[in-house]
Nanobody
Framework: QVQLVESGGGLVQAGGSLRLSCAAS????????MGWFRQAPGKEREFVAT????????NYADSVKGRFTISRDNAKNTVYLQMNSLKPEDTAVYYC?????????????????WGQGTQVTVSS
C-alpha cells in the first residue's frame, strides 16, 4: 500500500519554527516532484511549496516565500518543510503529495497519494 505520512506539526508561538516531514512507504518517490499544501478551517486546500525530483528546482507560494524551505532526502524517501517566522495565518493542516502531471504543479488536481495531514497551530 502506497502511503505518505506527514509528521512534525504542533503548537508554536508566532515567530517560531517547525519542521514537517513527509515519509513515503510502499513505493519510492525519488523520481517524482513532490508538494506541500495546507488547508485552514473553512478554506480550500492551497499550494505551499513544491520540489523537483532532484531537489534542484523549488517553488513557493508568495505567502511563505523567504520563510519556508522545502527539501528532500531521496535515500530516505522523505520530503521536508522547514517553516520559520511562523505567523497565525499559517495555522492549517499541512499535507504532502506526489505530483502526477498536468497543467500546473500549483493545483491540487495534479497531485495524488495525499497523506492524512499534520496540524500546525500558530498562536499570536
Amino acid at each position: 500500500q502506497v502511503q505518505l505520512v506527514e509528521s512534525g506539526g504542533g503548537l508554536v508561538q508566532a515567530g517560531g519554527s517547525l519542521r514537517l516531514s513527509c515519509a513515503a512507504s510502499g513505493r519510492t518517490f525519488s523520481a517524482d516532484r513532490m508538494g506541500w499544501f495546507r488547508q485552514a478551517p473553512g478554506k480550500e486546500r492551497e499550494f505551499v511549496a513544491t520540489i523537483s525530483w532532484s531537489g534542484v528546482s523549488t517553488n513557493y507560494a508568495d505567502s511563505v516565500k523567504g520563510r519556508f524551505t522545502i527539501s528532500r532526502d531521496n535515500a530516505k524517501n522523505t520530503v521536508y518543510l522547514q517553516m520559520n517566522s511562523l505567523k497565525p495565518e499559517d495555522t492549517a493542516v499541512y499535507y504532502c503529495a506526489a505530483y502526477i502531471g498536468g497543467d500546473s504543479y500549483y493545483y491540487t488536481s495534479t497531485y495524488a497519494y495525499w497523506g492524512q495531514g499534520t496540524q500546525v497551530t500558530v498562536s499570536s
